[in-house]
């Protein structure tokens, strides 16, 4: 059965596909973003405090968890012919290598108007030991036909 903007129920979950994360694949996202800030690449700078924070090794890059879950959200609501319009995130537990992350959605709200019907999804990210590492919010346009 195919996802419709109708069959969707608040408390429906995504699933997004599990990332093990790695060096390398760290380093593959400092050489797509061009972020090669040390806090991902220099386990020596990061033996340093920063504040009150100690990280005791590299971490993966922020921006990895949203691309995870604008993977997801794009995954599920381009075969319905809906529309991706807006992601916030907030990071809330640093990754580092040997982490397994994913990613997953909660329908939240649904909302029809005049031009469109909408669709608001509580989103996060948990790391194999299910501890949240990032949080926030995606809307889903499933645009009324003509």
């Known amino acids: 059965m195919t996802m419709t903007f109708d069959s969707l129920s608040i408390g429906d979950t995504i699933d997004g596909p599990a990332f093990p994360v790695s060096r390398e694949s760290i380093r593959l996202f400092c050489d797509g973003s061009l ?8 386990d020596d700078y990061m033996k340093n405090n920063f504040g009150k924070t100690n990280f005791g090794g590299i971490i993966m890059h922020g921006m990895n968890n949203f691309g995870l879950i604008t993977r997801m959200i794009t995954d599920w609501a381009y075969p319905a012919g ?3 319009r807006r992601l916030e995130t907030r990071w809330v537990k640093p990754v580092k290598p040997g982490d397994t ?22 989103v996060l990210v948990r790391n194999h030991n299910d501890e949240k590492v990032a949080i926030g919010e995606a809307m889903v346009e499933f645009p009324l036909t003509a």
């Open 35 to 42: 972020d090669y800030n040390p806090l991902h690449l220099d």
């Open 101 to 122: 992350i994913q990613p997953v959605g909660i329908i939240k709200a649904k909302q029809s108007t005049e031009r469109s019907r909408w669709v608001l999804i509580d």
């Open 82 to 84: 809906a529309v991706y």
